[in-house]
């Protein structure tokens, strides 16, 4: 009899290949630039050690955002390991992306999420934030492997282009550097034991490195003013009023 339990979107999987990128992100690699004014204020509400408000989002509609929150919570969830892609604000860095970077992707999310919500409700009878654990999982399956098929989902080609595009990105905005909107309170970073950005790295901190025991700095790239800060507009009011 064929093994009729759903597959799982290994965690273990999604870290060891976010080490390189994650490692390139904290280099500032990603490739999303922000205004210096709104990337510290970001710092400085991150490391408040005040609750955290509620993110407000401006190319993603609250019910997009929503389902692209439980998504990403499905993809890299908090568990005995840490915080996840939640935690991080993932979505949060997704949603100012679309505004820079990843606005040639807005029209494949918009389109995308909505495909999959009618997917979840023709395959499983409920949107996907009603389903439970073990049909997210294996709705999210479908769309990795593309055989979320039929007249129901349209997706716009196979919905794995749409689910690589998203994982893709949640593992930016949970493993990038801060400075870009994501990986809140460093805990992408953390959760990957990786350290920070150095400019000076002594043998003993060498040592440490190796032996895992060198303290995090939790400290930005642009930090250090060796690394320049890339202005981009960052919201519709700036985009509609500019050069």
Known sequence: MADERPRTISRRRLLQSAGAAGAAA?????GLSASPEVASAARAEQSSGA??????YEYLTA??????????DRLIPSDEHGPGAREARAVAYIDRALGGALAGSH?????GLAAFDRYCRASRGAPFLELPRRDQISALVD???GAAT????????SSAAFFSMVRGHVLQGTFGDPYYGGNADFVGWDLLGYPGVRTRVTSADQGRLE????EPNHRSAYDWDMFNKA???VSRAEAKHGD
């Open 107 to 111: 029209d494949a999310y918009r389109l």
């Open 26 to 30: 904290a280099a500032g690699t990603v």
């Open 63 to 72: 019910d997009e955002a929503e389902l692209l929150e439980a998504i990403a």
């Open 51 to 56: 609750e955290t408000p509620r993110v407000t």
């Open 150 to 157: 039929g007249a129901a989902a349209g997706f716009t080609g």
């Open 143 to 145: 769309v990795e492997i």
């Open 231 to 233: 202005s981009a507009r």
């Open 211 to 214: 032996a895992g025991e060198l």
